[in-house]
């Protein structure tokens, strides 16, 4: 059982998700929340890993440091998404049933299951067709690690879960052109157009891919709802069940702001998958469900990037 004084570890606290979820747990009440930078703790480095773990004695540990990005990133940098993510959870979840850590959370993404799924996508469709190719590396490092969870929980009845959300946007997002997603990516674009008074933005492949978004918020609550929780599945998808094409969500973010842009698109560059629509049934039979519409995670998300504009 959580209590409000529990020793909790947070790893990945500096990027869009673990920052959302140390908010959330601190404004919560939760009161002995460790985090380390990557400069205190490389979490690729086993020995320092191990060492960490067996002396601070945790109580629970949520995982969310993973190397990510969008498909320029995913399928250039191979090598370091496959080999970074795998060292850093093995380490943390090996560690973490080393020193008697009964409860984790572990956080993938939608990627992980195969690129022409049905759809809605349950859990149980994972491994039953080819991976999408652009990042199949990050794919098969977090698939690794769902099994790496899945077998400890087996093996000796730890409560480690794998939560899968769909694209995740909200505050202190990336927004580099060759390493962001797609949603920060439009934000960013948008606003130079209009700053340098162009006429158009232009977009990477057909804009025809359709995807679904959640707010980081809506992760961070997931995650502390989640640990609260014996459940009987390791795997569970979290995420909007809401999903649009790409080239709908630039003319939403054009129309937020408030000018008439027109779309192109460069189909020299790659699609990836054309639909990742979760199903959540397994999440919303536990009881969690997302609360942050698109219009009004847009407006917290876009006042925070104009921060770093000042």
Not at 41 to 55: E, T
Not at 90 to 97: A, C, E, L, R, V
Not at 122 to 141: C, Q, S, V
């Amino acid at each position: 059982m959580i209590k409000y004084n529990s020793k909790i570890f947070l790893a990945g606290h500096k990027g869009l998700v673990g920052s959302a979820i140390l908010k959330k747990f601190k404004a919560s009440g939760y009161k002995n929340i460790v985090i380390k930078t990557h400069k205190q703790l490389d979490l690729k480095n086993q020995k320092k890993v191990k060492s960490f773990f067996k002396k601070e004695k945790f109580k629970f540990v949520i995982n969310a440091a993973a190397k990510v990005g969008g498909i320029y990133a995913n399928n250039n940098y191979r090598a370091e998404f496959i080999y970074d993510n795998l060292a850093i959870q093995n380490n943390i979840i090996n560690s973490s049933y080393e020193t008697g850590v009964k409860n984790l959370i572990f956080l993938g993404s939608s990627c992980i299951y195969p690129k022409n799924s049905k759809q809605p996508i349950k859990e149980n469709y994972l491994l039953t067709g080819e991976l999408e190719k652009t990042n199949e590396p990050y794919a098969i490092a977090k698939i690794a690690g769902i099994k790496l969870c899945e077998s400890y929980n087996f093996q000796y009845g730890t409560n480690y879960k794998c939560l899968m959300p769909c694209n995740i946007y909200g505050p202190n997002d990336n927004y580099n052109p060759e390493t962001s997603h797609f949603f920060p990516a439009l934000i960013s674009k948008t606003f130079n157009a209009l700053k340098k008074n162009n006429r158009s933005i232009t977009i990477w492949g057909s804009g025809k891919p359709k995807r679904e978004l959640m707010h980081s918020d809506d992760l961070a609550n997931a995650c502390l709802f989640f640990l609260k929780k014996k459940t009987k599945e390791t795997l569970i998808n979290v995420g909007s069940s809401k999903e649009m094409s790409i080239k709908d969500y630039a003319k939403f973010i054009i129309k937020k702001f408030g000018k008439d842009l027109k779309i192109k698109f460069d189909k020299s560059k790659k699609d990836g998958t054309k639909r990742k629509l979760l199903d959540c049934s397994v999440a919303r039979k536990y009881g969690w469900k997302p609360i942050i519409s698109l219009d009004i995670g847009f407006e917290n998300t876009y006042k925070d990037f104009l921060k770093d504009k000042k």
